[in-house]
């Protein structure tokens, strides 16, 4: 396993339309998140699944956006009728753990969206 | 009281020499304060990460600083090398069994040779 995968690694929209991208964990983590980082900022948190279920949602995703985990293994990330300021980095990442244990999280390569 | 401080913006350090980076936060519910390197087009990788009941951690040439009383939190980098120059970040968490990390805004450091 060579870590969190990402894809597509870039992708160049037109205002209006969907967009979906898809993020493979580490296997065996049951930990998944969604951030997204604008330029010359940090990661903002978007969403967190533990295994299938979708535990906390950001104010930041907006009915627009929905996020899925269908089985506990991939996730993907759609954005629907995108706007210019839904460009950004979108980055995956995914941990094990249990109970209140925090544990590192490994973040994947990112898919870079640009909506033009 | 969510945001994480970060500073500076950024940051050019001789080969060899220290670097430093400082991070202030408000929210005393934060227990798990990690530190990230990036590299441009790369996701961030964790660097080094500290709990508040320790005032220092040292890992390598990577050292944290942690002072709980003024809520301030640093990481030295000894020695500094070219391939040290990206960017870094500073985060914050509370430990509710996931990490919805606060990030601060980053700096991007250079390291001449």
Same mark, same amino acid.
Request: hydrophobic share 35%.
């Given at each position: 396993d060579t870590g969190v995968s990402q894809d597509p690694r870039h992708k160049i929209t037109k205002r209006g339309q969907n967009v979906t991208f898809r993020c493979d964990p580490i296997?065996?983590?049951n930990r998944l998140y969604w951030y997204r980082q604008t330029l010359g900022q940090g990661p903002e948190f978007l969403t967190y699944f533990q295994n299938e279920a979708q535990l906390e949602k950001s104010r930041?995703?907006? =009915?627009?956006f929905s996020a899925e985990r269908p089985k506990g293994s991939f996730s993907t990330l759609e954005i629907q009728?995108?706007?210019?300021? =839904?460009s950004a980095m979108y980055l995956c990442a995914s941990s094990q753990g249990a109970a209140a244990l925090v544990t590192e999280a490994f973040f994947g390569q990112g898919t870079r969206l640009t909506v033009v | 009281q969510q945001q994480v401080k970060q500073s500076p913006q950024s940051l050019i350090v001789q080969k060899g020499g220290i670097s430093i980076i400082n991070c202030a936060y408000?929210?005393?519910? $934060? &227990?798990y304060f990690p530190w990230y390197q990036q590299f441009p087009g790369k996701g961030p990788a964790l660097l080094i990460a500290i709990r508040p009941d320790v005032s220092e951690k040292k890992e390598g040439r990577f050292t944290i600083s942690f002072n709980k009383s003024a809520k301030q939190f640093s990481l030295h980098i000894m020695d500094? +090398?070219? @391939? &040290?120059s990206a960017t870094y970040f500073c985060a914050a968490t509370v430990?509710? @069994? $996931? +990490?919805?990390l606060v990030f601060g805004t980053g700096t991007r450091l250079l390291v001449s040779p």
């Amino acid at each position: 396993d060579t870590g969190v995968s990402q894809d597509p690694r870039h992708k160049i929209t037109k205002r209006g339309q969907n967009v979906t991208f898809r993020c493979d964990p580490i296997s065996e983590h049951n930990r998944l998140y969604w951030y997204r980082q604008t330029l010359g900022q940090g990661p903002e948190f978007l969403t967190y699944f533990q295994n299938e279920a979708q535990l906390e949602k950001s104010r930041l995703l907006s =009915d627009r956006f929905s996020a899925e985990r269908p089985k506990g293994s991939f996730s993907t990330l759609e954005i629907q009728r995108t706007e210019q300021g =839904d460009s950004a980095m979108y980055l995956c990442a995914s941990s094990q753990g249990a109970a209140a244990l925090v544990t590192e999280a490994f973040f994947g390569q990112g898919t870079r969206l640009t909506v033009v | 009281q969510q945001q994480v401080k970060q500073s500076p913006q950024s940051l050019i350090v001789q080969k060899g020499g220290i670097s430093i980076i400082n991070c202030a936060y408000e929210n005393t519910a $934060f &227990d798990y304060f990690p530190w990230y390197q990036q590299f441009p087009g790369k996701g961030p990788a964790l660097l080094i990460a500290i709990r508040p009941d320790v005032s220092e951690k040292k890992e390598g040439r990577f050292t944290i600083s942690f002072n709980k009383s003024a809520k301030q939190f640093s990481l030295h980098i000894m020695d500094s +090398q070219p @391939g &040290d120059s990206a960017t870094y970040f500073c985060a914050a968490t509370v430990n509710t @069994g $996931f +990490q919805k990390l606060v990030f601060g805004t980053g700096t991007r450091l250079l390291v001449s040779p």
